[in-house]
Every structure is written in C-alpha cells, then in structure tokens.
C-alpha cells in the first residue's frame, strides 16, 4: 500500500494541487477514485471520511488531513520541498494561499463548472462569475509579470495551489498567452519542472461516463 493516498478525481482542481505536489516530489503515493459526480461526497460513508463532503482528503499513517492549502502545507513540511524559508516568506505564501483559495480558486472554479458541468446555468451568473474570475487573473498576471515564481526566485506551494485550476483553458474559455501572458509564461515554467503531468493525467476519473 502506498506511504500516502489521496482521495480525488480528475476534474478537481483542489485535488490537483496536493496531487502535483506528491508527483513532484516523487513521493510513494496513490489515487483513491471518488466519484463526485455519482454523488458519493454525499453519503454517509464518505462523511465519515471528511465531515465537510469535500475533495481532496490525504491519509498517511492513520492521520486524516482536508483542505488543499492545509495539505500543502503538511507536504511541503514533510517533503522539505516547495515550502518557505523564513518567516516572512512564509507569511507571504500563507498570503497567497489565503486569497487563492478565497479568491482566484473560488470564481475561477465556479465559472469552469458552470460552463463545462452544469447542465443549463443563467448566462448572467456565468456572465458575473466570468468577471469576478477575470479580475482574479488580472492580479495574478500582474504579480507575476516581472517574477518567474510567487514567491521568491523558486516553486512554493504558492505556485501549486494557484495553478490548480489554470491549466484548462479550453473549459474556462481562456487563452492566456493572448490575454494574460505573464500567466501563460509562469505556467509552462511549472510545466517544465521534472514529473509534472496534466490534471486529466494524474488523477482517476476522466473521461467521465455518461450520466
């Protein structure tokens, strides 16, 4: 049995950032298959795991941990890899992770499942979703335009946890290379580091079957 397993699946982007991680870092890890779709999130047995009926959840030994930044944050400390060096850097990707989870996370999310998942949304509320989550990338873009990473001069999970969701262009409707091309170039530095791999490509679940 793998040294550490995952719940998730492919279509989660909070899950893709823990996921990145473990890859990264060449850890001994494995996928648990949660079908989020076929509603298991909300059963009992599922509950039991995570209170919250949210994807991803970590084991490793018999500890339980939820909430992407909250794993990050385990991993980086347990890997030695990605995490701040330094107090103030440490404040600074608590900083980032905050607001992405917060922010850039929580309209971007909500707009790629409106127009990729949901069946029949209001055009108005995607409409209003599109703009909040522009204005989220405009920070982002203009953070980055003079810097390779988030923080500092290397990867953090900074970086992993705001890229969770950007690597779908297509299903957000995005080009970043013409809209936002300070993103577009930060992305394809975390694409190039060693054992990267695309979130369709990491985790069990896609393509989903029809409903």
Request: aromatic share 12%.
């Amino acid at each position: 049995m793998a040294e550490y397993v995952l719940h998730c699946f492919a279509q989660s982007g909070n899950a893709y950032k823990p996921a990145l991680l473990l890859e990264l870092a060449g850890a001994d890890w494995a996928p648990r298959f949660v079908d989020y779709f076929g509603g298991e999130t909300r059963t009992p047995a599922y509950r039991a795991i995570n209170v919250m009926g949210e994807v991803p959840v970590l084991e490793h030994g018999g500890l339980k941990l939820a909430q992407s930044g909250v794993i990050l944050d385990y991993l980086a400390q347990r890997f030695a890899q990605f995490g701040a060096r330094g107090e103030d850097e440490r404040r600074e990707v608590l900083r980032w992770l905050l607001w992405d989870n917060h922010k850039l996370t929580g309209y971007t999310a909500t707009l790629r499942f409106l127009r990729t998942f949901a069946s029949s949304p209001e055009p108005a509320v995607v409409a209003e979703f599109g703009r909040r989550a522009r204005a989220a990338w405009d920070v982002l873009e203009a953070h980055l335009d003079a810097r390779a990473f988030v923080v500092g001069e290397r990867p953090t999970v900074a970086d992993l946890s705001l890229c969770g969701y950007l690597f779908w262009e297509e299903e957000l409707g995005i080009h970043w290379r013409d809209s936002h091309p300070a993103i577009a170039a930060w992305l394809g530095r975390i694409r190039a580091l060693p054992r990267w791999r695309a979130p369709y490509e990491l985790m069990p679940g896609h393509p989903r079957l029809a409903a």
